[in-house]
């Protein structure tokens, strides 16, 4: 009885070393000291490789921006890039910058673009400026220069809104037509210099030198050195008929041609550039 006993008492009891099994089919979860060591490795990845995400579109972004064909200006310490597209003909790269750099200094948020572009349009050379943030640390700045039309006084040009403004420095090399008269008269004379530069197309005939007074009315100098006196009125008639006998009677002596006086009505004087001297 008490061998059947104690073999009951054996059985009643697990075998050693052998635990619940896991249903099968499931696998066991990791250790809490295993999970704890791939953290930091998982991290560590992650943010490597946002940085190199990061880095290759900073890089892209910076290219780009360096291709522009535009000067960058050197005194800015606010902003890492700042491009300035103009032609830089009657406005140098240095006063640019003198009126740039004030504003520019404020930095890329505190920049009043509204501000900028009206400081830029105060230059009477300049006849349209776009000023724009670039992200994250640039600005643009582009400039329009007025269009000289002429030469006005040797110190002075002609542009197309018909404003006289100062000759620049870089202009004094410049070659352009001659407009000359009363200041008061300009919008008059730059019509008429407009409509004869219509009829005068050929390279010989080109307008080198327009002039009106009240005394001796309109002259013209063409570029082959020949010149015209026109009289008050009917200019234009009175070069289409100079231009007839150029391609007429007058078109094989035109290199013996000092001036030709158009004040007549049906015929020109002609100064020939010898002693001898004809009438037509």
Known sequence: MARGTGAK??????KKGRGKQPTRGARALPAS???????????VLTLGFLLLVAAGLGYSARWLWQQAPAV????VDALENVRVKAPFRAVTETE????????????????????LRAALMANPWIVNAAVSR???????????????LAIWGGDQLLIASGELLPRPENLKALRLPELAGDAEL???IMAQYQALAGLLTTKEMEVR??????????????????????GHD????RVDRFLSLTRGVLAPHLQKIVGVDTRYNNAVAVEWKTSDKAEN
């Open 72 to 75: 960058e200006l050197s005194r």
């Open 96 to 115: 640019l910058e003198d009126i740039l750099l004030p504003h520019l200094r404020k930095g890329f948020f505190s920049l009043d673009i509204s501000e």
């Open 186 to 188: 300009v919008d008059r």
């Open 234 to 237: 009917e200019l234009l008639e």
């Open 134 to 148: 670039r992200w994250p640390n640039g600005v643009e700045v582009v400039v329009e220069e007025a269009e000289p």
């Open 9 to 14: 008492g054996n059985a009643a009891q697990p």
């Open 33 to 43: 000291d295993e999970e704890t060591g791939l953290r930091p490795l998982r991290l």
């Open 209 to 230: 030198r327009l002039s009106f007074d009240d005394l001796a009315g309109w002259q013209l100098e063409l570029v082959s050195g020949i010149r015209l006196q026109l």
